[in-house]
């Protein structure tokens, strides 16, 4: 019963990989986010999608590429990996409108 | 443009006595606030919301924080601290222009002490 679920828990691979992480929610929600959180904690939205429409897009380097298949899933794919994409990623909900915002348990990926 | 300072990096507190944990925002409107708490290696839990209905929310768990326009704080307290409650705080505003975009404090890392 899984709200917010995300795979894999933990990436580890070496730099110049390509890599994807999965987001999934089971909420009925129309709106899904990425977060990035570094090595001290802070938290910093990526994207944001709305029934699968690119909405919020911060400054984060065109190796990331964000693909919503349905407003359910929103997946993660980074290119060419470097050691300051070592991270922990987190996925998260919310109503078309809403503002409270449902986090996924994260995803360590570590680049070496 | 909105802004969170969360004005301990660290505190700590012996079981039993209470938490307060402190958050002051910038923002050129009534921004929705939250705090969400994030356990060792898990995701973040939302604890409570501010969205102008009240100005003291109750959270889960115990916690509480009061919505203060004037100081521009929204600072989180519990009465009495549990081991459990050992965790990261983070004090989080929407950013205007909507699209629900959320503006992440630094953290605040709570240690309680037996």
């Known amino acids: 019963d899984t709200a917010v679920s995300q795979t894999p828990k933990y990436l580890v691979t070496q730099m110049g990989n390509d890599k994807s992480i999965k987001c999934e929610q089971n909420?009925?929600?129309?709106?899904m986010y990425w977060y990035k959180q570094d090595s001290k904690k802070f938290l910093k939205i990526m994207f944001s999608?709305?029934?699968?429409?690119?909405?919020i897009n911060e400054t984060v380097p065109n190796r990331f590429s964000p693909k919503s298949p349905d407003k359910a899933h929103l997946n993660l794919h980074i290119n060419s990996l470097e050691l300051g994409d070592s991270a922990v990623y987190f996925c998260?909900?919310?109503?078309?409108?809403?503002?409270?915002?449902?986090f996924g348990p994260g995803t360590r990926l570590t680049v070496l | 443009a909105q802004s969170v300072t969360q004005l301990d990096s660290h505190v700590s507190v012996s079981e039993g006595t209470p938490v307060l944990l402190r958050c002051n925002y910038s923002?050129?409107?009534?921004?929705?606030l939250f705090w969400y708490v994030q356990h060792p290696n898990k995701g973040l839990q939302l604890l409570l919301k501010?969205?102008?209905?009240?100005?003291l929310v109750k959270g889960i768990n115990g916690f509480e924080a009061e919505f203060k326009k004037s100081e521009t704080s929204f600072h989180l307290t519990k009465p009495s601290a549990h081991m459990s409650d050992a965790a990261e705080y983070f004090c989080?505003?929407?950013?205007?222009?909507?699209?629900?975009?959320?503006?992440f404090g630094a953290g605040t890392r709570l240690a309680v002490h037996p």
């Open positions: 923002s050129s409107y009534s921004p929705s």
């Open positions: 501010y969205t102008s209905a009240a100005t």
């Open positions: 999608y709305n029934n699968k429409e690119l909405i």
């Open positions: 998260a909900s919310s109503r078309a409108g809403g503002d409270t915002q449902y």
């Open positions: 989080v505003v929407t950013a205007f222009g909507g699209y629900n975009k959320l503006i």
């Open positions: 909420l009925g929600h129309d709106t």
